[in-house]
């Protein structure tokens, strides 16, 4: 595991640029902050095992 850093789910909507916080909420506008982490890394992405099994296939 990289990093706890989240963001703030709401941030195209609430903010100019992703806020990033180690806390569960965005500390400037108080939605959830979600994991940051890219979409591959994402044990929980259901796009994410369509694309390991891609790549297995390639091998
Ligand atoms: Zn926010």
Redesign the pocket.
């Known amino acids: 595991m990289k990093s706890d850093i989240r963001v ?4 195209r909507a ?2 100019d640029c992703p ?1 990033y ?1 180690l806390s569960e ?7 959830p ?1 979600e994991n940051s982490a890219p979409a591959p890394f994402d044990p929980n992405d259901p796009h994410g095992e369509y694309r390991r099994a891609l790549k297995r296939r390639h091998r």
């Open positions: 703030c789910s709401a941030w609430a903010h806020v916080t909420t965005c500390p400037e506008c108080g939605e902050a």
